[in-house]
């Protein structure tokens, strides 16, 4: 019975992370709409290939430090998540390793 409580512990834990990792990945989505909308529209405004050029330099150095940023906080949280996995296994292990 014992096992059961904290199963069903670690099931609705883990979905609020899940939940968290799933909000943060939503705003950096919102993130890089607004960088497509804002050089999109200094894009369109561009009066020479020249200015043109530049904006999209701009706008790939911005996109890319999004993606990495991105990418990184993805990263952490995973293996946030897979620590928290580890960590709440091992005392089940030993309880069971207790009771027999």
Known sequence: MTTQTETTYFNARLFD???DMNR???ERLREIRQIEAEYGGKL????TP?????????WMAKRLETVANE???FTT??????ADLATSTVPSKAMKSAAE
Do not use: I, S
């Not at 369109?44 to 009066?47: E, N, T």
């Not at 020249?50 to 701009?58: I, L, P």
């Open 17 to 19: 992370r899940m939940q």
């Open 24 to 26: 943060t990945w939503l």
């Open 44 to 47: 369109l405004v561009a009066k």
């Open 50 to 58: 020249t200015e043109a050029a530049g904006v999209c330099n701009e």
């Open 71 to 73: 990418q990184k906080a």
């Open 77 to 82: 949280a995973w293996l946030d998540l897979f």
